[in-house]
């Protein structure tokens, strides 16, 4: 069946999404005075780092050099530095021959490219700053370049540092733990290599990067007070014109709680106070242009308001998401202006390496190196950890801290509106359907009546229900099923899936695909975190308010579900107590300890997760609360 109401978990992110933008641009016109800035600002930094959990404590860095290229102007080094304990970061760090005192210096993150640091465009912007008398450190974002964290799984992921970033997400994210914040935290340890080198002067410090390296380059503007000048490149957008335009983006690129806070995408710029900032953009990115013009307008309101007018500069470029000669150049002249350097005529001829010769591993792969550990691995040991702390708890106490996670709101027999049966032939199911608005307004599940007639209405009174949640469509898991005459049977598609999978996106019909690591099911999980709203608490919400409609007409309801439809029923059955009959589970996982575990968590959906739950439960735990009967097929 065609999902009919595909369009309304779109339309229900975007209206919230809408609604604090409008806001949020009702408090930026609102700002009058010096004062209103500063506390906008004080304000905002708050915010925005409240988004970051990093380590309480700095570890060693324990840096060392392991090889060093000449070159005529400038020399390379091959560094390796542990941002955290057996966990190394590969980078190379270019110096300027011609120095008399210290240099000012450029942290480089690089974008979303398998080469990583080695990309040729990721080279030549680190070299041509160095030439003009930068001291450079560029470095491999985790899953890139030196930092592949899958080499182990089928080829086809492995170099997709897109799929790697939130494989790895989903897993952090179970442990109370943001991928953003670990990428962000690489960064911020690299900066303290960087100011540690006696060649830098660390009053003159900039930050720079394009797409997943202007990302990063937004974060570590809001959360390091040692950077003086930032240049983020094709990110800067807004929010708003990401979920307008259907564009699901990387799990670090989606900071927890953001939108809740009524945060947008420049206000982690605005956090840094009035330091100067380039925003770099190209005209046919897919970052709308559109947002970068607001993010400019509000910026250089609020440097101008603060006292610094002029601070904030911009470039946009005629081509399509990259880090163009133009925009590599625009970026030169913004850093030699704000360092009192003088600035080169242009980039020229760049002598760019392969990977293996400013490797700074042995074998091209921090893999390689004796002691060293995955992200994985340690996310492996802290799900350890916490689990062995979890605390017996009741069902009922269960169900408070589940109703607390979830953030379900009000749970109540929704309205409904009724849909015309779908019959088939064939010796199938007559489907009596009721699209329920669990959402004001909004069609956000569908409950089907599975018949043998041609039947509207939901019928006044049945003795004994089964509501089945299914893996991805209760039409097609159901059609075979025969009603029991004791027994009505109903399917409920919740959220997400079946009548209400999304039919929006830019994704091709044979291209879309729920478990896919990079569209709508992730799309939607990723905005429901920064709303501290979990998705799967919609699903779960879905689940109750469908129970409360189904105890009006029924004596005994009966909870039965499928593969990942397992996760959201139990979450409602736990909740529900004995308000259902019984609770049947059938190929559901085994547990979010196991998720964390597995090397590759492809088939594990994000709508599925449920933020910093390990360490307080688990679904076994919860399976034996609710005396589920599981069931497993091999």
């Known amino acids: 069946m065609i999902p009919l109401y595909g369009n309304s978990v779109q339309e229900f992110y975007l209206e919230k999404v809408r609604n604090v933008h409008a806001e949020r ?39 060392v050099v392991t090889g060093t290229l000449d070159f005529p102007q400038y020399t390379l080094e091959k560094v390796i530095y542990y941002s955290r304990p057996s966990y190394p970061v590969t980078g190379n760090l270019y110096l300027p021959k011609k120095r008399k005192d210290k240099v000012p210096a450029v942290l480089f993150l690089c974008g979303h490219s398998n080469e ?18 930068f001291a450079v450190l560029a470095i491999d974002p985790v899953g890139q370049g030196e930092r592949q964290q899958m080499l182990d799984t089928p080829i086809g992921e492995v170099w997709n540092p897109c799929a790697q970033h939130n494989m790895l997400s989903k897993q952090a994210i179970l442990l109370g733990e943001w991928f953003g914040a670990w990428r962000t935290y690489d960064a911020v340890r690299g900066l303290d290599y960087l100011l540690a080198r006696p060649e ?26 040692r950077i003086t000048m930032s240049a983020p490149s094709c990110y800067i957008t807004t929010w708003l014109r990401n979920v307008e335009n259907e564009l699901p983006i990387d799990a670090e690129q989606m900071p927890p709680t953001a939108l809740a806070q009524g945060l947008e995408m420049v206000d982690f710029l605005i956090a840094a106070g009035p330091k100067p900032i380039l925003l770099l953009g190209e005209k046919n990115d897919f970052f709308d242009p ?116 979830l953030k379900l709101g009000k749970v109540e027999a929704p309205y409904f509106r009724i849909g015309r049966p779908s019959g088939e032939y064939g010796g199938c199911l007559w489907q009596s359907r009721f699209a329920l608005e669990t959402e004001p307004g909004r069609v956000m ?23 089945y949640i299914p893996h991805l469509d209760s039409s097609q898991e159901l059609r075979w099923r025969r009603p029991n005459a004791k027994r009505a049977l109903y399917g409920l598609d919740v959220r997400g899936v079946g009548e209400v999978t999304p039919t929006n996106g830019d994704w091709p019909v044979e291209m879309r695909n729920f478990f896919d690591e990079y569209q709508f099911d992730y799309h939607y999980a990723g905005l429901g975190m920064m709303f501290d709203e979990p998705y799967l608490g919609g699903k779960v919400k879905d689940i109750l308010c469908a129970l409360a409609l189904l105890e009006k007409v029924a004596k005994r309801i009966h909870l039965e579900a499928k593969g990942q439809g397992c996760v959201p029923a139990l979450l409602a059955a736990t909740i529900a107590g004995t308000r259902f009959a019984s609770v049947t589970l059938e190929d559901g996982p085994d547990s979010w300890l196991e998720m964390v575990e597995d090397g590759y968590p492809y088939r594990r959906p994000l709508s599925y997760t449920l933020p910093d739950i390990l360490r307080k439960m688990d679904l076994p735990m919860l399976r034996k609360l609710v005396k589920a009967q599981v069931i497993h097929h091999k």
């Open 445 to 467: 599940a569908v409950l089907k009546l599975f018949t043998l007639h041609d039947w509207y209405h939901i019928p006044e009174l049945s003795p004994d229900v089964t509501l």
């Open 290 to 405: 559109r947002g970068l013009d607001e993010a400019e307008a509000e910026l250089v309101k609020i440097h101008r308001l603060l006292g610094v007018p002029g601070t904030v500069e911009r470039y946009m470029g005629k081509g399509d998401h990259s880090l163009s000669q133009f925009l590599r150049e625009a970026g030169a002249r913004f850093f030699c202006k704000y360092a009192g350097v003088k600035p080169p005529k242009g980039e020229g001829d760049i002598q760019v390496m392969p990977h293996d010769e400013i490797a700074a591993t042995p074998k091209g792969q921090v893999k390689f190196l004796p002691g060293q550990k995955f992200m994985h691995d340690l996310l492996v040991e802290e799900a350890h950890r916490q689990v062995a702390l979890q605390k017996p708890l009741t069902r009922e106490a269960a169900a408070r801290e589940l109703s607390r996670c």
């Open 200 to 225: 830098v002067d660390a009053t003159r410090v900039g930050v720079h990067g394009t797409s997943g390296g202007g990302t990063l380059t937004t974060w570590v503007t809001a959360v390091d007070d």
């Open 116 to 133: 990583g640091k080695s990309n040729p465009d990721y080279q030549r912007a680190p070299i041509a700053l160095a030439k003009a008398g």
């Open 25 to 63: 641009a009702q408090r930026i016109a609102a700002l009058k005075s010096r004062a209103d800035a500063e506390a906008y600002v004080a304000e905002v930094r708050k915010k925005a780092r409240s988004c970051f959990h990093f380590p309480a404590k700095k570890s060693p860095l324990n840096a």
